[in-house]
């Protein structure tokens, strides 16, 4: 097979570039070592910035989304016996967005489907070649069980924080950082309406909770739980319990409705980051570059963010051999990755729970700077609702 663009993996990084890049009469092919389903049922990220839903509409994928997303005008931030609510649109002028990004896929493949996108499911064996030369790359095995190859003009790794693609820069040229944190979260999707207009962001000294949602009659909520817990050793009236001390139900005659759970699993936090997010015809997008904890709800936005500005970039050089915007691509995308890096980290240390009575009083500290300082409020309101996609 031949095509312009060989994109690895099927996720909302590899689908919206692969979209953005016919918009521009680019052609590409996607490789996905799961099934079409697997991809489009995985439960994740929640909130969209303002810029993501921008990029969404231009790219004719809005119609949706304005439908049936909620929009937000902040979230609210708490520590036991206090709820303050940050109002990010008068802060910014900038609101966010809850639409799943299950939603999102499913927006993004039938987009693709209608526009008879090649996008090969359930593949496995994926290789890359020659990233050095004008005529890189990618062999597999189908669906079938019959060695494949696509040779393209460029190859795009958007596969994730389990792919291959990033090992594939050479190891004198690439570069990580790494943090893990003590924590992981114990997630929860509840079919009952939630119990807030806004997200809750909820400091505890038992640990950080969340109350999120994805539609009015499912809820999405999470609890801070120690590295290494099995979700199935939380029954669901001890997650109810814990979710109810936590967020504070009964403080100020505000309650907690518990309902069915039907989905639970826990999941660890991580920051990393690699660069170069180009090595010759290779270029890195969303999580196979960076993966932030999800207190900043940044993931999927920094994914989206890659592509808007990867898209234009591939479509000059392979459309008007213009290398100006494809060689800036890395450091570009890495100014904002690391802003969402220094984010993610910021909310995640000011909320968990570390044990450390010391860490106990600075958080708290910075709780109140945060909710009381308009300055404070809006650093965090700038890096929430987002920074404009070039940042
Ligand atoms: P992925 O979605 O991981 O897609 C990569 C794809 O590549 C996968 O489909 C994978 O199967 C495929 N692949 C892997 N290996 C290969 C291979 N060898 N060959 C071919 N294909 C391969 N972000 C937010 O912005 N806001 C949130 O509120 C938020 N909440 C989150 C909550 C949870 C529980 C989790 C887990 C994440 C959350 N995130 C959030 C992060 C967000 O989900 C990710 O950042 C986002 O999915 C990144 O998209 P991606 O396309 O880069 O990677
Ligand atoms: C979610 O709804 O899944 C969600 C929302 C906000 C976060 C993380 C996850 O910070």
Redesign the pocket.
Known sequence: MRTQVAI???????MLLAHLLAAEGVESIV????SQAY?AGR?????LEQSTVDLLRSAGLGERLDREAFEHRGIYLQWPDERHHLDFVELTGRSVFVYG?TQVQKDLVAAREAAGQEVHYE?SD?VLHDLESDEPSVTFTDSSGVAQRVTASVVVG???????SRAALPDGVRRSWEKTYPHSWL?ILADVAPSTDELIYAWHPDGFALHSMRSSTVSRLYLQVPNGTDAQTWSDDRIWESLATRLGHGEGGWKLTPGPITEKSV?PMRSFVQTPMRHGRLFL????AHIVP?TG???????VADVGLLAPALAALLLGGDSRLADAYSETALRRVWRCTHFSWWMTTMLHATGDPFDEQLQLSQLRWVTSSEAGATGLAENYAGLPIGF
């Open positions: 690895i993996g099927a996720g909302p990084a590899g490789l996905e070592i799961r991809v439960i994740r990220a929640g909130i990004q593949i994926t958007c596969d994730g924080s389990f792919g291959p997630g999941l997008a969303g999580d196979s999800p709800a940044k993931g999927l936005n920094l994914a």
